[in-house]
């Protein structure tokens, strides 16, 4: 067996054996425990929610899933049973050795860090093989605010080949839609992938729709109505989620060019997107936040359009203005063409 363990962990007791129970009973099987969270300050351990499975945006950025109430519910009755799950963090697994050599291990052609757990979950499950988090296994981990290393060209860059390289060679024409989200990906040099494909073909690896439908339902598939991507920005300041979602405020933050949280999307039915959230207006009043709610293309509070270089509300003369962004996030304001705060830039590329 092989366990890869992130150095910046302490394993909780008993972690070990649940692991290995698993894969014994089954060599196709790679497994990984909850990952709880060790403060990086003082090391103080807490316990993570075992109601949540891996998952990913069309980014192609890693995120955590909760399980809908009806799920939960149904695991009251058993709640040590294994978590099939579509993606694992990469930092903690345990896969039989053999097993591993067998698909391909590492794609040692990925460069330093990001990505590599998104190609190897949609490689095992491609490959006829399957991911569970495993309740009984728990082993504390250090979230770091910064990477000790370097990354050659900077981390951003790095992300974007790792990433490119996964969906070249597992994702088919759905790729299409991770270019979409992060329409600089498409000038990144990713290397030479001929040896992954033959893999993926001696390997018989089903095609990514099968990984769609069979494992991550719940990924939602982009609707065709979309037509632009990009950022939206001030200067150097792009529009960032901030790391927030349903309710959460919208901010500015340094441009980093590579997508994630400040990868927009603004399509014909007048949504600002962020995966499944949009832009709202919480009310028709000077100096209200802007708010990230759940998409639903029929909310008028939802509805934008770009008026030059505005971001104007359609049906209210309210414009989306920065100017107490470091206090209450972006807000909307009466409309001024002449107003700094009001001025926005579109790096907005056409979707394909």
């Not at 009973?25 to 425990?33: A, F, L, M, Q, Y």
């Not at 979950?121 to 728990?138: A, D, K, M, N, T």
């Not at 759905?174 to 000038?187: D, I, N, R, T, W």
């Not at 209450?328 to 926005?344: A, E, F, N």
Request: include cysteine.
């Amino acid at each position: 067996m092989l366990t890869f363990l992130d150095s910046h962990c302490e394993c909780n007791e008993g972690w070990l054996e649940p692991l290995l129970e698993r894969v014994v009973e089954d060599r196709t099987r790679v497994v990984s425990p909850i990952i709880d969270v060790l403060n990086m300050d003082n090391f103080h351990y807490a316990g993570a929610s075992a109601n949540l499975r891996g998952g990913f945006d069309w980014n192609l950025v890693f995120k955590w899933d909760y399980m809908t109430m009806a799920e939960i519910d149904k695991r009251r009755s058993n709640p040590i049973a294994p978590i099939r799950t579509p993606m694992i963090a990469g930092g903690l697994f345990l896969v039989e050795k053999k097993r591993f050599e067998e698909i391909g291990k590492y794609d040692i052609s990925m460069n330093v860090w990001g990505g590599e757990n998104l190609e190897i979950s949609f490689r095992v499950w491609q490959c006829h093989g399957s991911l569970e988090i495993i309740p009984c296994s728990r082993v504390g981990h250090v979230f770091r605010r910064q990477h000790p290393y370097t990354f050659p060209g900077g981390s951003g860059m790095v992300f974007a080949r790792n990433t490119r390289r996964a969906a070249e060679v597992w994702m088919d024409d759905y790729k299409s839609f991770y270019f979409a989200a992060v329409p600089s990906s498409k000038h990144v040099a990713y290397g030479d992938i001929r040896s992954r494909l033959l893999l993926r073909e001696k390997l018989k690896c089903r095609p990514f729709e099968w990984y769609l439908q069979n494992v991550y339902p719940q990924l939602k598939i982009p609707t065709k109505v979309a037509s632009k991507h990009g950022s939206i920005h001030q200067n150097d300041q792009c529009i960032d989620t901030l790391g927030h979602f349903e309710d959460g405020t919208i901010g500015l933050f340094t441009c980093h060019h590579s997508g994630g949280n400040q990868e927009w999307e603004l399509t014909k039915d007048y949504l600002v997107k962020h995966s499944g959230w949009c832009l709202t207006l919480t009310a028709a009043s000077s100096h209200y936040p802007v708010i990230l709610k759940i998409c639903d293309s029929s909310e008028e509070k939802q509805h934008w359009w770009l008026d030059g270089s505005l971001l104007h509300h359609k049906h209210h003369n309210f414009c989306l203005d920065s100017w107490q962004h470091h206090k209450h996030g972006l807000t909307v304001d009466q409309c001024d063409k002449s107003s700094d705060t009001q001025r926005w830039h579109f790096t907005l590329t056409a979707a394909t």
